[in-house]
């Protein structure tokens, strides 16, 4: 079956410091991917999206880059804030299209 | 800023109850999804639906569970007799279209089920 998302579960970094967020997924027909946070307690929240004609997409302090050739992408965030603490899936549409297959996520946490 | 809101944020039943969790999604949206969120597992899809009818569902979405566009705003999930392994965040969420299109997540409403 298709799989989108395959995360590392942790990642602890250093305030200040820029975060690299990776994830791998399956599907070659896969072509739009999308990064969503998590706070505790609250729903899933877009923080960019890429598409697959692309290989870099760049936000307000977040870069996505996509290597399609590895099957893989990640989300970089510059400068860490204590306010970045969230879990982060990457996560992109079905071949169907009509859902989003979500990965297990990575734990972002933030040394003071 | 628009947003989906979802009611009520927290639910406490008792197995073999009906539930509706309650949605208001974005009004210019037109697709509609539930998806669920057992505590510590993945965001996993249940249901999406578009011109009044669902456009796929998992195979989580058994017959216990229903789906409803009562009037123009609202979007409910009903779960007809709760069970224990029922109990899940489920979050809301709607787009402007299907394929590639961002969707937007309400906070979730909180599943107890005792």
């Known amino acids: 079956g298709e799989s989108v998302g395959l995360h590392l579960p942790t990642l602890s970094v250093q305030e200040g410091d820029n975060s690299i967020i990776n994830c791998a997924y399956s599907?070659?027909?896969?072509?739009?991917f999308i990064w969503y946070k998590q706070e505790s307690g609250k729903g899933p929240q877009f923080i960019i999206d890429?598409?697959?004609?692309?290989d870099k997409r760049q936000g307000q302090r977040v870069t996505v880059l996509l290597n399609k050739t590895v099957k893989h992408l990640s989300l970089q965030i510059a400068a860490t804030q204590p306010g970045d603490s969230a879990v982060y899936f990457c996560a992109g549409p079905d071949s169907s299209a009509s859902k989003i297959i979500f990965g297990s996520g990575t734990r972002l946490s933030i040394r003071p | 800023e628009p947003e989906v809101t979802q009611t009520p944020s927290h639910q406490v039943t008792q197995m073999g109850q009906e539930v509706i969790l309650r949605c208001v999604p974005i009004?210019?949206?037109?697709?509609f999804y539930w998806y669920r969120q057992i505590l510590g597992q993945k965001v996993e899809f249940l249901v999406s639906f578009y011109n009044n009818e669902i456009s796929e569902k998992s195979e989580i979405f058994d017959d216990q569970f229903s789906v409803e566009r009562p009037d123009g705003s609202n979007f409910t999930l009903k779960i007809r007799s709760t069970k224990l392994e029922d109990s899940a965040m489920y979050f809301c969420?709607?787009?402007?279209?299907?394929?590639?299109?961002?969707?937007?997540f309400g906070p979730g409403t909180r599943l107890t089920v005792l």
């Open positions: 009004s210019n949206h037109l697709y």
């Open positions: 890429i598409r697959s004609n692309m």
């Open positions: 599907n070659s027909a896969s072509d739009y």
């Open positions: 969420a709607s787009s402007v279209a299907a394929s590639g299109n961002e969707q937007f």
